[in-house]
């Protein structure tokens, strides 16, 4: 059984950082590309970081780029997303996913406000 569980996120002060994490089971997480995504109230999910299987190759959307860090640990089956400069549009739940599986986790709610 696939299951991603998140943990981080929070209330923080613009310009402030934040580190999001997804600890994986029921699949084996290294050969497994990880997306992390968002949705903010009133909008559509949206796709803000990826990663390849290895690591090797990342993926940002353009609101996000020089921001945010995705990494990966596969001897932990984690994936982090390390968010710095945030702006108060960053505000939205983020998720985790494995896209191979259509799984999902179960969220996270970070806040950018003073």
């Known amino acids: 059984q696939v299951q991603l569980v998140q943990s981080g996120g929070g209330l923080v002060q613009p310009g402030g950082s934040l580190r999001l994490s997804c600890a994986a089971s029921g699949f084996t997480f290294s050969r497994h590309p990880m997306n992390w995504y968002r949705q903010a109230p009133g909008k559509e999910r949206e796709l803000v970081a990826a990663?390849?299987?290895?690591?090797?190759?990342?993926v940002y959307a353009g609101s996000v780029k020089g921001r945010f860090t995705i990494s990966r640990d596969n001897a932990k089956n984690a994936v982090y997303l390390q968010m710095d400069s945030l702006k108060p549009e960053d505000t939205a739940m983020y998720y985790c996913?494995?896209?191979?599986?259509?799984?999902w986790g179960q969220g996270t709610q970070v806040t950018v406000s003073s």
């Open positions: 996913n494995a896209p191979r599986f259509a799984s």
């Open positions: 990663i390849t299987s290895a690591g090797d190759n990342t």
